[in-house]
Every structure is written in structure tokens, then in C-alpha cells.
């Protein structure tokens, strides 16, 4: 229900045809195999082991794109439907391949595997859509080949990878806690701490009482957590994209939320104002620049842009809170 208010516009899994299926399972292979072909380039100087691993898988996702299209052209025609992830609910778009321009080996793979288990997650649900017995059949064919490369992908090493990186190699276990635990954790904890700036100081600046601030700053925290939660929640349930429960999701991002909303309104718990405000702002200095640090090692966002983002955002929205406070 939630999934559907808050994407109102896309279509239901369920509802597909097998015409359907198969224009958006051409389409995710285009989009995928276009994916790996640019970072093989991105990669070909500096990890050119890397670089060829990935040439390969997409050339094996072109081949699943002709494959597909033999079937859709043999059972449907030439004309196909135009239907796109983007168009069906329960799918996340593919990160914009500028970012990879900043992304470190590390998350490249992180990405490769999430894309290899999402398609894998993808033809799995797709068998139990259709009843013909060639598509099924070829569906659980390239489903077996998605979950090979996630493999590939989390086997990958190169010769620039020293002793403490190869130990570092992250199991399938390792990569999905981060796709079910860490990515909407990190999110929660960047949004709570941003957006209870405002209200917090807004609060103290025109109370200054520390023990209302700290109130506000509670049920701002609180409140942003049980928002967060079951946004994130209801973005997609799991089995098209295998990003993993979103009940699970959803407590990891409002829990997160909460802890970051929480870390500038705890000071308030110091009876005098001023000390209690200086110390805030001391942790909302340290909160913004560690965000901005987490969105470049984790989110993939160019460091600067980051920084611009929420270091400078972050900023405005703290005056703003203080502006409206001392109105």
C-alpha cells in the first residue's frame, strides 16, 4: 500500500505480461551491459585485471539482451514494449555512471554484485510471471548466469590489491549486511542529522531553555526516524531489487535517523544555555564533516560535491534554525 501512494505512477510487478517481462528484462541488460562496459573503460589503466573481468561481463550481458530478443522477436515481433525499471514498481534506477568516476575499486565491485543479485532477483520473480515453458526456461538460465557473476564479483582481485586488501575480500554475507544494513543506516543518519538542525536551534534560540530544546529536539529526532523508516520501508519490498527485508531496511534507517537527529539535541541536557549551545555547535561541526566524509566512502558522491551539499546545506539550515529562533 505504502509502495504504491508513494509511486502512484508505476506499474505492478505482478501485472506484467510476458511480452512485458521480456521488453524490460532487454532493456535491464542494455542499461546493465552499457554499465560494465564503462567501468571496464574507467578502470583499464589503473586495474587493467579488473578491467578486462568486467569487459567480459558485458559481453555476456549483451549476449543475454540477444537471447532475449531472438525469443520476444520469435513469440511477439519486431515492435518491442517500452518499458524501462524505471516504469516498475519495486525497481531502484542504476547509480548515474558520472559517479563512478569517484568510486573506489572497492565500491565498484560493491555495485557489480548489487546489480548481479537485483537481475538475479529479477528472473527468479520473473519465472513465476510466465507460463511458457522456452521463456521460463531461458529465464532460469540467465538467472543462473546473474548469480555466476555475482560470484565473479566478489572474487575479484587485481595486482595492485596488496596483502590487507585481499584479506579484506567481502563475502556475499559481508556485501548483502551492507545492502540491507549499512546503505539505509548511512542514509537515515545523514537526513536526521540534517534535517533536526532547524527546529533544535530554532527552539533553543527562542526559548533558551535547555531542557524544551532538548524536548523538541527529541520528538524532531523521533519523529524524523518513524518518517525515514517507513519511506524507506516502502520503497520496494526486496524481491526485485535483493536488497533484502524492507522491514529490516526500514528499522536500520529510522533507528539511524534517530541517532542523528539525537546528536546535536543531547547537549541540551546541560543546564546552562550557552554552554549547552557552544557544545551543539561543536557536534553539528564534527556531524556535518563526518556525513560529508561518509557520502564520499560509502554514497560515492564526489567529496567536494559533498561537502557542498551538506557542509554548506547543513550550514543554512543551522542559521536558519537560529534566524527564526531569535525572531
Same mark, same amino acid.
Given at each position: 500500500m505504502l509502495q504504491r501512494l508513494l509511486n502512484p505512477h508505476r506499474r505492478e510487478f505482478v501485472s506484467l505480461n510476458e511480452r512485458e517481462i521480456l521488453s524490460l528484462a532487454i532493456a535491464a541488460e542494455e542499461e546493465d551491459g552499457g554499465i560494465y562496459f564503462e567501468i571496464a573503460a574507467r578502470l583499464a589503466d589503473k586495474y587493467?585485471? #579488473?578491467?578486462?573481468?568486467?569487459?567480459?561481463?558485458? !559481453?555476456?550481458? %549483451?549476449g543475454h539482451r540477444r537471447k532475449l530478443l531472438d525469443l520476444y522477436i520469435e513469440r511477439f515481433g519486431p515492435r518491442l514494449v517500452p518499458i524501462k525499471r524505471e516504469d516498475v514498481r519495486g525497481f531502484l534506477s542504476?547509480?548515474? $555512471?558520472?559517479?563512478?568516476?569517484?568510486? #573506489?575499486?572497492?565500491?565498484?565491485r560493491q555495485l557489480a554484485w548489487?546489480? =548481479?543479485?537485483?537481475?538475479r532477483a529479477f528472473y527468479q520473480a520473473a519465472i513465476a510471471q510466465t507460463s511458457d515453458v522456452v521463456i521460463r526456461k531461458l529465464l532460469g538460465d540467465l538467472a543462473n548466469d546473474e548469480r555466476r557473476h555475482a560470484s565473479t564479483a566478489d572474487r575479484l =582481485?587485481? =595486482? #595492485?590489491?596488496?596483502? %590487507?586488501?585481499?584479506s579484506a575480500e567481502k563475502s556475499e554475507e559481508h556485501r548483502q549486511f551492507v545492502l540491507t544494513y549499512v546503505q539505509p543506516g548511512l542514509a537515515g543518519l545523514m537526513d536526521g542529522s540534517v534535517s533536526t538542525l532547524a527546529p533544535v536551534f530554532a527552539a533553543a534560540f527562542a526559548t533558551g531553555d535547555t531542557w524544551q530544546t532538548f524536548l523538541v529536539g527529541l520528538a524532531a529526532a523521533v519523529g !524524523?526516524? $518513524?518518517?525515514?523508516?517507513?519511506?524507506?520501508? !516502502? #520503497?520496494d519490498d526486496g524481491k526485485l531489487t535483493g536488497r533484502g527485508s524492507p522491514v529490516k531496511r526500514g528499522f536500520a534507517a529510522g533507528i539511524m535517523t534517530t541517532v542523528g537527529g539525537l546528536g546535536h539535541a543531547m547537549p541540551y541536557l546541560i543546564a546552562d544555555f550557552w554552554t549547552a549551545t557552544i557544545v551543539a555547535g561543536i557536534v553539528v561541526v564534527v556531524e556535518l564533516w563526518a556525513i560529508a566524509f561518509i557520502q564520499q566512502r560509502y554514497?560515492?558522491?564526489p567529496f567536494w560535491r559533498a561537502v557542498l551539499q551538506v557542509v554548506l546545506g547543513g550550514a543554512l539550515v543551522f542559521a536558519a534554525g537560529i534566524l527564526i529562533g531569535s525572531a
Open positions: 587493467p585485471a #579488473s578491467a578486462k573481468v568486467f569487459e567480459g561481463m558485458a !559481453a555476456e550481458e %549483451d542504476r547509480k548515474p $555512471i558520472w559517479l563512478m568516476e569517484t568510486m #573506489s575499486l572497492e565500491q565498484v548489487e546489480m =548481479e543479485e537485483s537481475a =582481485e587485481t =595486482e #595492485s590489491l596488496g596483502p %590487507d586488501e585481499r !524524523a526516524g $518513524i518518517s525515514m523508516g517507513f519511506t524507506e520501508a !516502502a #520503497s554514497m560515492s558522491t
